[in-house]
């Protein structure tokens, strides 16, 4: 989203809601909106050529294990991660413990990125590939028109082998994406997720673990979840996106306790807070503690994922702001891990 984008989404609505409903910078002053946007937020660059073969030299526990996982993950999202393994290494030592996941935004139209997936495995993370139809349209995805593209990428998936967490048209339940509500139906976005997946089961790709992530509910209320849902043989994890900002929510139950309640009434399947930061504030302790704390209580919930960005001023890093990174080292000294090794 450019900064003419953001105005349209910011004009003639509230400043709180619609922060969180923009997909540019979600959230400053506000606590359920979405402050990454992916490739069309951070401006990707097309991905860095790929040496001959990139391998993964440690042993690595099967897919079946991370699906209803024993333990926790602590996921990162940072620039350059996981291409560039550095971050993330940056990451787990200013809080003294390694992510054992590791997100990448990822353009429709870019190949399986095989480095990335091998590089987080190496430093003992589940790679997660985060992937945004901006063009062509959902409709015509749930059509056809991508399937030799779709199709590419679950062989390259295959041939690589280990578990990879795949998501598809995050935050659908929103007004800020092309896939979302203002030019996609739940119908649309439901056959195209269905469309995906069985072109990957064809494929032979069964090693892929399925997130589905919608925004959390309070951005758009109005916006049923159910009719968006692709079915439980289609889906592994619910992933839930939303941050603590200045204001709104600053508790766990606060920002996902509806969303979650919504998910429930038609699937049992775990939850990942799929994208979240807290940002600099009073109570960033507090929400911090709320957050993680949560996560290791509720056995439903099996981790989150921190979005490691400074963006349009607003700082969701970690390791330039000691208060929040103490919080965090604090929080997850007492959470138990899911080791991607057997």
């Not at 959902?138 to 998936?157: E, L, R």
């Not at 603590?244 to 766990?252: D, E, L």
């Amino acid at each position: 989203m450019n900064r003419k984008s953001l105005a349209a989404c910011l004009s003639g609505v509230a400043v709180a809601a619609a922060l969180a409903g923009c997909g540019l910078i979600r959230a400053p002053g506000s606590s359920w909106g979405t402050p990454s946007g992916g490739a069309s937020i951070l401006q990707q660059q097309a991905a860095p050529p790929q040496p001959a073969a990139s391998v993964v030299t440690r042993p690595v526990v099967p897919v079946s294990a991370l699906r209803d996982p024993h333990g926790k993950f602590f996921g990162v999202e940072a620039d350059g991660a996981p291409d560039n393994i550095g971050p993330v290494t940056s990451i787990g030592a200013s809080v003294g413990i390694s992510p054992n996941l590791v997100g990448q935004y990822v353009t429709w139209g870019r190949p399986f990125d095989t480095m990335a997936a091998a590089n987080a495995l190496n430093s003992g993370a589940l790679y997660y590939a985060v992937w945004e139809p901006f063009t062509p349209s959902v409709a015509s995805i749930a059509g056809g028109a991508s399937d030799a593209y779709i199709t590419k990428f679950a062989q390259d998936v295959r041939a690589f082998g280990k578990p990879v967490a795949l998501s598809f048209g995050h935050e659908m339940n929103g007004n800020w994406y092309p896939w979302g509500v203002k030019q996609t139906t739940a119908a649309e976005f439901k056959a195209a997720w269905r469309h995906i997946h069985d072109l990957f089961t064809q494929a032979g790709a069964a090693n892929v673990i399925w997130v589905w992530n919608p925004n959390v509910i309070l951005a758009l209320p109005d916006v049923q979840l159910q009719p968006y849902w692709p079915g439980d043989s289609y889906v592994d994890w619910v992933g839930l996106t939303g941050y603590f900002g200045v204001t709104g929510p600053h508790t766990f139950d606060g920002l996902y306790g509806a969303t979650i309640t919504e998910v429930k009434q038609f699937t049992s399947k775990p939850f990942i807070i799929a994208e979240t930061a807290v940002e600099t504030s009073a109570s960033e302790q507090a929400s911090i503690d709320s957050l993680i704390g949560s996560i290791k209580d509720n056995s439903d919930v099996i981790g989150f994922i921190w979005f490691n960005y400074n963006k349009l001023g607003t700082d969701w890093t970690l390791e330039g702001r000691p208060q929040a990174r103490a919080a965090v080292a604090s929080a997850l000294s007492g959470v138990p891990l899911v080791s991607l090794t057997p």
